[in-house]
């Protein structure tokens, strides 16, 4: 089955450290694949995107994620975390061939500290 | 165009009355989908549009939900019959797929409160 998978429901990080959001795939065709950052009370915002051109991608605020097929995963990465990424994050793809509709994985709480 | 529009933003309303929700896509965009979202849930897919038509609805449409995009422009979702377990956030999103394939863009939602 089609299918995306957020390894992590909530993530804890201080501020300055780095960021890791796990997110696995599963498709039979080639995905695009994208991030989406929720803040509280605000409507999704697209963070990066990946459609087969380079792997790593680079978003913006600093975030980007590295497509590896041979272990079917999307991470997003950030070097230095800031209070203001405090926010939900959702792994999102396009797993068919037809691109039919956004296949939401369940979503990762990113928590950041002093 | 400053991008996807939801109106209302909220709506409270009484268990067994209709309600209606109203989405403005990107106006080049050819699909728009509908997503519901209730607290600490990810969102969950509910219909989408190629245009005028309805190419896929979920599950999780039951015959109180219908959905249409006349003219393959705005779109509305009605729910008749309202319920408690309606309560959620719906969202609209639209993107332009043609020979690549390119992101969608989210409104900010339309808070659905059945009391």
């Known amino acids: 089955a089609q299918s995306v998978t957020q390894l992590d429901s909530h993530v804890s990080v201080s501020e300055g450290t780095p960021v890791l959001l796990r997110c696995n795939y599963s498709s039979s065709y080639s995905p695009s694949l994208f991030w989406y950052v929720q803040h509280p009370n605000k409507g999704l915002q697209l963070l990066l995107k990946y459609t087969s051109a380079a792997t790593l991608v680079k978003g913006i605020n600093g975030f980007e994620a590295e497509f590896k097929k041979s272990e079917t995963s999307f991470h997003l990465t950030k070097p230095s975390a800031h209070m203001s990424d405090a926010a939900e994050y959702f792994c999102?793809?396009?797993?068919?061939?037809?691109?039919?509709?956004?296949?939401f994985g369940t979503g990762t709480r990113l928590q950041v500290t002093l | 165009d400053t991008g996807v529009s939801q109106n209302p933003r909220h709506k409270i309303t009484k268990r067994g009355q209709n309600v209606t929700f109203r989405c403005d896509p990107i106006s080049e965009h050819n699909r728009l989908y509908w997503y519901r979202q209730t607290l600490g849930q990810g969102p969950e897919f509910l219909t989408y549009f190629q245009n005028e038509a309805q190419l896929e609805k979920s599950r999780l449409l039951s015959d109180r939900f219908s959905a249409e995009r006349p003219k393959g422009s705005f779109s509305t979702l009605e729910i008749q019959r309202t319920e408690q377990g309606d309560s959620a956030m719906y969202l609209c999103?639209?993107?332009?797929?043609?020979?690549?394939?390119?992101?969608?863009?989210f409104g900010q939602g339309t808070r659905l409160t059945v009391v």
């Open positions: 999102v793809g396009f797993l068919t061939g037809t691109a039919s509709k956004l296949t």
């Open positions: 999103a639209s993107s332009l797929v043609s020979g690549a394939i390119t992101e969608a863009f």
